[in-house]
């Protein structure tokens, strides 16, 4: 069945892919761009995917935001994990519908909202966050994109210690993750995953020396790139400039010793 | 509540990173491998994770296969879509619980098991495949990871047609994507996207015209590059040799002219 | 014996790895940054190398500039052929001192300079560009170089055909390389080296068909990637952008049927 | 002047670009490959590039080895240093004809060959190497090419220091390359480059700290990925496996304190 966008609703404004505007669809207000302003009263009773024309004539799309549109706009502060980082998180860790994570940290919940979109309905994410501040954008992004129920949010030093177990996976991206690596092994299930995100080479080799130290089995430090490629008949190139490093990628999973 | 291994449960039997077995518990039966066997039914009531010793005092873990690991095994026949660029292919398509999605080809239900254990419980995958002797394999292999009831394989050719509608996202992975863009348009709900890989440049740019002529907005391509690094204090450094290319993703969402 | 420096010389100021000028010293001249100026008469009689102070106290250093810098500073107009790309194009060429070279299109005098400073003291380039408002800009850059005498501008199409023989390397790098190739393998000596730069796909498959068509064997295609890693003890990482795309670079050798 | 092949010479017997063979060319001699073999008397007086046909009438070319080729096959043995890397070190030092070069370690002599096959027929490349069991494989693969005038290995290890002075460049690629840095200040001359090949990012960290300790500037590290593009109308793509690391490169200056 068609959805049809309504008053409340966030919409995804297309204009070009390098720019889109997320906005909530309200009576009595206009969305201004350098391309013209948009009625967005205009947009309800509308199905998604609908073209519609700026006072400047321009066309937009007004788009149903997928979890990545979501991350995109969170990313704007800590500007650190990026969604190709976030996929192979998502896809090495194991995590799906249904999975208990802890979290650490939470910044402005990108990856957060990812692991909760993933989770739903019945999983459940543990974000950990010491640095107060976070946590106010972090709860607005997860109530904005509709997933603040799936996600408990604590104001805790993750180093100090998780209060959770039998955990499915334990994500980590944290200035010191090799302090986590020990109460990580105690909060994971037996063949747990657990994922670190880091940006440099001194964070890796302590993360991956502390999970060797720690019991976990099969760990792997990747980094990802991704490059864009332009596609015109008889002009097709890669794009000229790219990502060059975001971070690394480390995983591992939790053995245990039966007796 | 800790998860112990039941007769018929699948475990993944870890050596070390690159040698993994993924055997199906059963007793009175061994599992032989270049460093002695294991008893199958030892593992029974062993919790996941439990580390064990073979026939030749090496030590095994048992752990619990996650999506990764059956689709790593279920690569064996067709090496074609690899695992990072399935996490980007789901990540970036929106495809989360609850989505409809119709897919082509099946080949061995690699993307196929990875889409649906991310719709699961509700959403569902159709998966066309028009080479009949992969249906068997696929179907099994689905029946194994657990999935099959979230997946209908259908032996039709999709450059014929899509049956479903109101779809969320169609994913392609056959070798003539074009001529399956106007179907996937009709096939979508309004916003939904369509993503296609396709090892050849030729093939990128006969797709994207098609996308660009059907109606599609957002229209991106790009590819993927993991290396991983060799993690070692003092003696870090990228691996050796890695994967130069297994294909090109492309994605757009589609548009719709509301009367 | 050091190398003092005299009115005339070129000399390279370094202020950081992304701040650097190309300048002539000169007396009762001085040279202006945003970090002071330098009275470039101070730097007659000093040592390459020498490091000194501006108006507002900033340390410069007096280089003497590298066939690299001069290729730095020449590219501003064009963009298009970096130092990896002129360094693997001189290598996989073959070409050093000796090599008669014909090159085309000169631009500005980038690629040019390289060539003439390998081919130097007795070599040859042949550089052919149709475009004569690069001609003054390109004589202008190799005279400043020092490396004139080793080069011919020729203001002549060479897709109507190139006037040497027994050439030891046609190097190209314009729209339509494809259109030279009869023209080189005539003009090159037996097993002659022929090496094409270009930025799309689609040059580079008609050009590798003209070369497989008219007699070349040895037939390859790559390109190069360069990324800076930001050395710093416990911070070490890439760095965070990096150049994707310029172009790529195919190498074949003239193969010749004796009777 | 057409070359023709002479007895004593090389020749590069090329079958595809995956198989060469060098071979000098000798009376009453054969040279056999799976695909046949080839009389080696039979190429005197023929034109490098020529065609000629094996026993098993299979077709191979007769070209000249140029630097790239003599590299190849003198990087059996240590598989460290590749032709990219070798292209980018002589780019980045500024080495051409003339230069005056240190280098450690000799090796095999594949890096050696190509400083110098450049700084020919005026310059000089002094090569140190404290493993006295390369020095005989070097000196002969310096003899086959051609370049052994160029050339003084000497038996010396480099970290006791160095003989000469007012060197244009010093190029290392040892397993210590930090320790080499205060002797390549004072042998450098002002303005000097310095150029070190390492693959671990250890070497990598603890020699940039010893350059900016020792006076050096302009220092950067970078390395270096070739992929290899399969050209073909309709299948183009990269090709599947690519190397992924060789070893960075790290470059800098010599700066001097004028008294």
Redesign the interface.
């Known amino acids: ?3 049809t966008i309504r008053e409340g609703d966030d919409v995804l404004l ?1 204009l070009s ?1 390098k720019r ?1 505007f997320l906005v909530k669809v309200e009576r009595n207000k206009s969305f201004h761009t350098h391309k013209g302003y948009v009625h967005l009263e205009d947009l309800i009773g ?7 024309r700026s006072s400047m004539d321009t066309e937009f ?4 935001p ?3 549109d979501y991350i995109f706009k969170m990313l704007r502060k800590t500007q650190i994990t990026y ?2 980082d ?3 998180i ?5 995590v ?2 249904g999975s208990l994570v802890v979290e650490a940290g939470t910044g402005t919940g990108a990856l957060t909202s ?1 692991l909760a ?2 989770v ?3 999983g459940h994410v543990y974000s950990y966050e010491v640095r107060s501040e976070f946590i106010e954008t972090a709860s607005k992004n997860l109530k904005r994109s509709g997933l603040a129920e799936y996600v408990d949010i604590k104001n805790q030093d993750i180093c100090q210690g998780i209060d959770e177990s ?1 955990i499915d996976a334990v994500i980590l991206d944290l200035a010191t993750p090799w302090l986590v690596i020990s109460h990580a092994y105690s909060a994971l ?5 657990l994922v670190s995100f880091s ?4 964070q ?2 302590k993360t ?2 502390a999970l060797q130290e720690n019991g976990f ?13 332009q ?16 971070g ?1 990628i ?1 995983f591992a ?6 007796h």
């Open positions: 069945m068609a959805q297309y892919r889109t509308k199905n998604y995917g609908a073209r519609l799309v007004a788009l149903k997928a979890i990545r969604p190709k976030i996929a192979l998502v896809m090495f860790s194991g799906g519908p990812a979109f993933y739903k309905p019945k039998e299930k037996g063949g747990g995953a940006p440099t080479i001194d890796v080799v991956v020396e089995v099969d760990v792997e430090t990747v980094e990802c790139l991704v490059r864009r490629l596609v015109a008949r008889g002009k097709t190139r890669p794009e000229t400039l790219m990502t060059a490093h975001t690394y480390s999973r939790k053995a245990i010793v039966e």
